[in-house]
């Protein structure tokens, strides 16, 4: 059982360039989201969803795109990479998304946009 | 945008000292609260959830007082290996999209 795992665990990137940060999960979880941890900053909703098929916007999305194909898989996709989005992008997932449900969060991609 | 916040920290304690960590939270239609550990440069592990009861996990006790938005943790006879950064979750609504975590409180055990 291998929880959550995020893919690459570093990336360095160029401004202007885009690329995809990959999260699967097998616990069949129906919530999913994305999160950017800054220093100083506790983590920052980017974007969630409650199941295949569904997603929103979170606190911080401009810049992002998301998709949910199947209830394992969550990608997020930067569109155009900004020296701002250097950061820790964390992905988790919770069964229901309720309340009383913790999050189990993958180990990170640590993003440089140079 | 609704707050949580907490302790600004760091906390330096010796090895066996005990330690309490305190969070409010702005917005008190909150549904449900947790600790979380971070230690550094990993991902966050759900170390506790809070209730209003109060709840114990062998060294942690975790309170929670709804009338004064007021979340704490408490960790007694502290070890190395408590070293982390120590984040207050609160959920606001029903669902993971209304999760808000503190920035966090450091916690560095010391020999």
């Known amino acids: 059982n291998a929880g959550v795992t995020q893919t690459p665990k570093f990336q360095v990137l160029k401004t202007g360039q885009s690329m995809t940060l990959q999260c699967a999960q097998d616990?069949?979880?129906?919530?999913m989201s994305w999160y950017r941890q800054d220093p100083g900053m506790g983590l920052r909703l980017i974007h969630y969803s409650v199941g295949a098929g569904i997603t929103d916007q979170g606190e911080v999305p401009n810049g992002y795109n998301v998709s949910r194909s199947t209830t394992e898989d969550f990608p997020l996709r930067l569109l155009s990479a900004a020296p701002s989005q250097t950061s820790v992008y964390f992905c988790?997932?919770?069964?229901?998304?309720?309340?009383?449900?913790?999050?189990?969060f993958g180990s990170g991609t640590r993003l440089t946009v140079v | 945008r609704k707050e949580v916040e907490q302790d600004p920290g760091p906390f330096n304690v010796p090895e066996g000292a005990t330690v309490a960590f305190n969070c409010t939270y702005s917005n008190s239609a909150s549904q449900s609260f947790f600790w979380y550990r971070q230690d550094c440069r990993k991902e966050p592990k759900l170390l506790m959830s809070?209730?209003?009861s109060g709840n114990e996990d062998g060294r942690f006790t975790a309170q929670l007082n709804r009338a004064s938005q007021y979340i704490s943790l408490l960790i007694r006879d502290s070890k190395l290996s408590d070293s982390a950064t120590y984040l207050c979750v609160v959920n606001e609504g029903n669902y993971g999209q209304n999760f808000v975590f503190g920035p966090g409180t450091r916690l560095s055990v010391l020999p």
């Open positions: 988790a997932s919770s069964l229901t998304g309720g309340s009383g449900y913790g999050y189990t």
């Open positions: 809070v209730y209003s």
């Open positions: 616990m069949n979880h129906e919530y």
